[in-house]
């Protein structure tokens, strides 16, 4: 999705990747078994899908916090809420991701690499790190389609079909269309 004019991903493209993503899993949460929803998977019981929902929540929400309310400081992943509740009901899970796709569309103005700062904790140091929002969305939206691939995995395990596309990158569905065209001419 390159700005024509500099080669660049605008602010606005980049909401539209985080919303895209979002969208797919919401429309997966209203399909989705609440039973299924808090069923634990794996050899030690760790694996739930809610868990899953909940964590990529609790990002956007980290994010959403550090922009929104600069007082609150900077942002930091590990001050997450964890809110039992969105790990329990896929319902009030949906209804968060929705709100948090018209909260990121408040960005769609910001300034391309509006700066921002990020505590990060390494070798139990704190350390205050340069960021921009741009970038945190990135990350986002490859943090999110990550753990959708793991939702879709226990999800099918739950015997849901899952849509094509449903936790793939962008950059790896634009992968797959090349290598489509390319047999195409072979062909």
């Known amino acids: 999705m390159p700005n024509s004019s500099s080669g660049s991903v605008s602010c606005e493209e980049l909401v539209a990747e985080n919303a895209h993503a979002i969208n797919q899993l919401a429309e997966l949460l209203v399909e989705l078994p609440g039973k299924l929803y808090r069923q634990t998977f794996g050899a030690k019981k760790q694996h739930v899908i809610g868990k899953h929902v909940r964590h990529i929540i609790d990002h956007y929400m980290a994010l959403l ?8 400081g900077p942002l930091d992943y ?11 009901d896929n319902y009030a899970a949906c209804n968060r991701l929705l709100a948090i796709i018209n909260l990121l569309g408040r960005f769609a103005d910001v ?5 921002l700062e990020m505590e990060h904790l390494s070798d139990n140091q704190r350390r205050t790190v340069a960021t921009s929002i741009d970038r945190e969305l990135v990350f986002l939206a490859s943090h999110t389609i990550h753990h959708m691939a793991i939702i879709a995995m226990l999800a099918e395990q739950g015997g849901v079909e899952i849509r094509d596309g449903f936790g793939v990158h962008p950059s790896t ?7 489509k065209a390319q047999m195409a001419k072979i062909a």
């Open 65 to 72: 916090k550090a922009v929104n309310g600069r007082s609150a």
């Open 78 to 88: 590990e001050k997450r809420e964890r809110e039992e509740r969105l790990e329990l």
């Open 111 to 115: 300034p391309q690499n509006a700066p």
């Open 173 to 179: 569905l634009r992968h797959q269309k090349q290598l």
